[in-house]
């Protein structure tokens, strides 16, 4: 007999591995509960993400305009910065200069003292001619002198160090401070272009029912004036017509009898009349005192009627007054029921809680108990 190779048969190790990542598979849909339980709805996600991507857009761009606006802020503040340390840099060379001209140290009457200098007295008197009265340097003075200057000198460096770190923790407090005013500004100014963009739009309203309102008034106004103008015609036509008709151009000569038969009631003679009679000129002023009595009776009315009115506005105003009062009570009192309502309620639940994790969930499953379950798809 002779060794023949044959093929390995590896269908069924094929098969099997086949199995088995139909099966891994199968796990995989059959664990996934987004896709057993919800479903997929592609065109909602992908709307979603749409939406997410454009507001991301949207605050990067929000974002960098902030920082733009701060950006100028912080150049506008370092700007002024610098002005202010080159005016204080420029101030401090014309004092420096004041003091190096007109303050000079030998120039004082104790510069001898001060400076160490010899004959810097202006007028130097001999020391035989100087009494008791002119000693300025007393034997013993000026012990540990050296000692008290450095020690003044170390206190004014630890003083100057801790108002530096003072200025400098104030300096940041007040950048972080104009920072976030700035973002308020920034905030305020959107606010403000969009009311300012409602306020044209009320504005463009407004203008539109003026216009209306305009147009009818002068329609109004033209109709108006057409019925007066017509009125005016028509009178001035009836005039025209009473001087063709009358006596005067007409020459009737009625008008000598009833001249000579005496004029009407209603009937003035300009060539005959000279003025009125006393009963006419009394009885004119008697009408008038009693339109002026009937004027007067009327205005104390109205006059008493508008205090009326306010009166009433006042009270009621009084009383719209108290009923806000009442109602601001009741929503005080409201709150403040809401406010132990709650509280009772998170003490309910804090016990609730505490009675959970401390007495009912003592035995905590351990990570062996969970891996028992969902080990196979069948």
């Not at 086949?18 to 479903?39: F, H, L, W």
């Not at 761009?61 to 080159?86: I, P, T, V």
């Not at 630890?158 to 401070?177: G, V």
Request: glycine residues 4%; contains cysteine; charged residues 35%.
């Amino acid at each position: 007999m002779y060794k023949v190779d044959l093929p390995v048969d590896r269908s069924a190790d094929q098969a099997v591995q086949r199995r088995i990542a139909a099966e891994t598979a199968r796990k995989a849909r059959i664990y996934n509960p987004r896709s057993r339980v919800m479903g997929l709805d592609v065109r909602a996600l992908d709307q979603q993400v749409w939406e997410k991507q454009h507001q991301q857009h949207m605050e990067r761009q929000r974002d960098k305009a902030f920082d733009e606006l701060m950006r100028r802020h912080d150049e506008a503040m370092l700007q002024q910065e610098r002005d202010e340390s080159e005016r204080r840099a420029a101030l401090q060379a014309d004092l420096t200069y004041h003091w190096a001209t007109h303050q000079r140290a030998e120039d004082s009457t104790d510069a001898d003292l001060k400076c160490n200098l010899k004959g810097a007295l202006k007028f130097p008197t001999p020391e035989a001619e100087l009494g008791p009265a002119s000693m300025q340097i007393f034997q013993g003075e000026g012990i540990g002198e050296e000692q008290k200057r450095r020690a003044q000198m170390q206190k004014t460096a630890r003083d100057f160090q801790i108002q530096k770190e003072y200025n400098e923790k104030r300096r940041m407090e007040d950048k972080q401070k104009e920072v976030l005013m700035g973002k308020e500004l920034v905030h305020q100014d959107l606010r403000a272009v969009e009311l300012d963009a409602l306020e044209e739009e009320c504005k463009r309203a407004a203008r539109i029912a003026l216009s209306n309102y305009n147009h009818a008034l002068a329609a109004e106004q033209a109709e108006k004036l057409k019925e007066r103008r017509m009125r005016e015609e028509g009178g001035g036509l009836a005039e025209m017509w009473h001087l063709l008709t009358s006596d005067m151009l007409t020459e009737c000569p009625e008008a000598a009898e009833r001249e000579v038969g005496g004029a009407g009631p209603h009937r003035v003679l300009t060539d005959r009349w000279r003025g009125m009679s006393a009963e006419q000129l009394s009885d004119i002023h008697r009408k008038r005192e009693e339109q002026r009595i009937e004027r007067q009776r009327q205005r104390e009315a109205e006059r008493m009627l508008d205090a009326a009115w306010d009166l009433q506005q006042m009270k009621l105003s009084r009383e719209a007054e108290e009923e806000e009062r009442r109602a601001a009570e009741q929503r005080r009192q409201k709150r403040i029921q809401l406010d132990q309502d709650n509280k009772q309620l998170a003490r309910e639940q804090q016990a609730y809680q505490e009675y959970l994790n401390k007495q009912l969930y003592t035995n905590k499953p351990t990570v062996d108990y969970f891996c028992q379950f969902n080990t196979s798809s069948r």
